[in-house]
């Protein structure tokens, strides 16, 4: 095991507290029109097999330790989003740019036997911009969120990295009723890389706010498999938000998986603040 090229790594804290620097300047900006700014990190740790196997047929399960950092800087109507992952990823060597958000060939039966490896390093930078729709408080309309996402394939080491420059773009739709929301969003990633398919990836879910700083909620998602051989991934994740003080928020959660494509279980936490 290796960690090459630590410099992402401090990128990657530099994005976190270059966040905060942003956050002293949105204190002149005025009231009537004010500038969110928040950070975060958190952690994740996910385990499964993705149907990969080595040269003698026995499945290969791979465990993935993630602690992003990242940054939320919201001037309504838009926002925009940046975040990038310390990872550990100990397991098949066909499937370490999948676990990191990206769309690998390997899982359910790739071109070759897959090898043991362990693997230290940084994500890739993902971005995005949303615009939201507000309606009026009383209108039977939903919240509409239009989104443009962008990966850049930044990792280090490569291995981890997810080829070529990924472009997702995005609807989302959510409703409050009373104590009760509901969400539903389609996405179509563009891959840049002649080697992948365009993949569509779809969520729903629910939350209920249980008291001023608690919701439990669980969702759905859907990604579609980008290659002939990589399978769709299918999974459910429960999850609550934990509202700690008028600025910080705790979000615990959970993974199970139902496909290949997804892992087994998993489960993990994010910590955020908000100037």
């Keep these: 095991m290796a960690i090459e090229n630590p410099g992402p790594t401090f990128a990657a ?4 507290f270059f966040a905060g620097a942003l956050a002293a300047a949105a204190e002149t900006v005025p009231d009537d029109h004010p500038v969110y700014v928040s950070i975060g990190t ?6 499964g097999d993705y149907g990969e196997r080595d040269a003698n047929g026995n499945q290969i399960e791979t465990d993935v330790v993630s602690v992003p950092f990242f940054t939320k800087i919201e001037w309504e109507p838009v926002t925009f989003r940046a975040s990038i992952p310390v990872l550990y990823v100990d397991g098949s060597n066909q499937i370490a740019a999948l676990l990191n958000g990206g769309d690998s060939g390997g899982g359910g039966g790739g071109d070759g036997a897959a090898n043991r490896q362990t693997t230290v390093g940084v994500g890739d930078v993902t971005t995005s911009l949303t615009y939201s729709y507000y309606p009026d408080r009383d209108s039977v309309l939903p919240i509409v969120d239009l989104s443009v996402g962008i990966k850049i394939p ?32 389609v996405r179509r990633r563009f891959k840049t890389d002649d080697d992948f398919d365009d993949i569509w990836l779809t969520s729903v879910g629910s939350a209920v706010k249980l008291a001023k700083w ?6 759905w998602d859907f990604r579609e498999g980008s290659t002939g051989f990589s399978p769709d991934s299918h999974e459910i994740s429960p999850y609550a938000s934990l509202r700690l003080s008028e600025h910080t928020r705790l979000t615990p959660y959970g993974v199970i998986g139902l496909t290949d494509g997804a892992p087994d279980w998993g489960v993990g936490t994010t910590i955020s603040y908000e100037f």
């Design 42 to 47: 958190g952690i994740d740790f996910s385990r």
């Design 154 to 185: 930044s990792a280090r080491p490569k291995s981890l990295r997810s080829p070529g420059v990924d472009i997702t773009l995005g609807v989302e739709i959510a409703k409050t009723f009373d104590r009760l929301s509901v969400f539903a969003g």
């Design 13 to 16: 804290i530099l994005l976190f």
């Design 214 to 219: 608690i919701s439990l909620g669980v969702a």
